[in-house]
């Protein structure tokens, strides 16, 4: 299918100005963009003529699709709470498509999510990123694995107080030691160099944490408090770890340090909510601009359902209240959370090659009264 979308305002993500242009989207890919492009005879034209064009809204921490919408324990799918820690847990294995909350995003112009386990366990496994129209998880598939999901502060000490884990010297013991067999049990299958006799007996927790410590992928950290922060960041170095920072909420208060983490994407949010539990209490909107301001990569994250999915670009919009730099929030919800989840070869700006994931709007996408007009998802015109 070829669209030939026709002298929109085009804000790339990528050029801080914006130009009028035309795009023309074949093959699920963004085929061409200029000043001057004719559309081809086969191609529907979609005349964006005073209206806004951006690459489709990118979140890189979100449970959509295993925390079921309008359900309860039957649609709650995002942390298995038998066991501290579950690195073998694939969130693939447990994504409805058919959730109406993937529905809510699409039509909102959210075009690509990082999903997967909650924050109850130490290591809870593995995040995917996918496209948010699709009948079969399998086909809506950006890249799988993304990162291995694990958990400081609050969540697992709450939730494993009376089993196992009541302090945040507990929580790092169980993380350090997971990495730590897990490096042995590696080791002893190298060593056994495909001898079977001398092979290790295969554990599924250990074979899960090898690409985490071959730096295949990142531990995805759960991190809201200063010193939860720091705790990540230390095990990170111990390991020789890739590393990146989810929710980052006492981030503002360290932003010197964090300053110094040049290759540790963060991910802030999510800030639509209450401050339901001590580690939120210095929640704000200021945090991404005032990180983004000290030279960190950060992105603003629905951590949905805890803010609704459809909402993302309306967080950008309270960051930029905050003091934000619009072009700075702007790529807080494309490219900086494409490059955060590894996937900025194909999505998260208006580049030739890449994705043709594109979001039509009558102004700017941060204002609650604007309107999306059109959403396309590799070239395809969303049906709502």
């Excluded at 092979?199 to 985490?212: D, G, I, S, T, W």
Aim: aromatic residues 6%.
């Amino acid at each position: 299918m070829t669209t030939f979308i026709r002298g929109g305002l085009v804000h790339d993500a990528v050029h801080r100005e914006a130009c009028k242009a035309d795009i023309l989207l074949a093959d699920g890919k963004i085929a061409a963009i200029g000043t001057d492009l004719t559309a081809p005879a086969d191609a529907v034209v979609f005349d964006a003529d005073g209206l806004d064009v951006f690459p489709g809204f990118v979140d890189a921490h979100t449970h959509i699709g295993l925390d079921g919408y309008g359900i309860g324990y039957e649609g709650c799918d995002y942390n298995e709470m038998n066991d501290i820690w579950t690195p073998q847990l694939r969130a693939i294995d447990g994504i409805n498509p058919r959730d109406p909350s993937l529905a809510d995003a699409r039509k909102a112009g959210v075009t690509c999510v990082c999903t997967g386990p909650g924050s109850a366990n130490v290591l809870g496994g593995t995040f995917l990123a996918m496209k948010t129209v699709g009948e079969r998880v399998d086909n809506m598939i950006v890249r799988d694995p993304v990162a291995m999901k694990c958990a400081f502060g609050e969540n697992p000490k709450r939730c494993y107080r009376d089993k196992c884990d009541s302090t945040r010297m507990s929580t790092a013991a169980f993380l350090r030691g997971a990495l730590m067999q897990a490096r042995d049990y590696g080791a002893r299958k190298q060593a056994a160099n495909g001898d079977v006799t001398k092979m290790p007996a295969y554990n599924q927790k250990l074979e899960a944490l090898l690409p985490v410590l071959a730096r295949e992928i990142p531990l995805k950290a759960h991190a809201h408090q200063a010193n939860d922060i720091f705790t990540a960041l230390r095990i990170a170095r111990e390991f020789d770890l890739r590393l990146t920072l989810e929710h980052v909420t006492e981030g503002h208060l360290i932003a010197d340090e964090l300053a110094k983490e040049k290759d540790v994407p963060m991910a802030v949010g999510p800030s639509l909510t209450f401050a339901s539990k001590f580690e939120l209490q210095n929640k704000s909107w200021k945090t991404p601009g005032v990180l983004a301001n000290a030279g960190c990569h950060v992105s603003i994250i629905t951590d949905n359902s805890v803010i609704p999915q459809q909402y993302l670009p309306l967080c950008a919009g309270m960051a930029v209240k905050a003091g934000m730099d619009p072009f700075d929030a702007l790529k807080a919800i494309t490219i900086n959370p494409a490059e955060h989840i590894g996937v900025a070869d194909r999505v998260g700006s208006l580049e030739v090659g890449k994705d043709a994931d594109v979001v039509i709007t009558n102004g700017c996408p941060f204002e609650v009264m604007t309107e999306v007009r059109a959403v396309f998802i590799d070239g395809v015109q969303v049906a709502e």
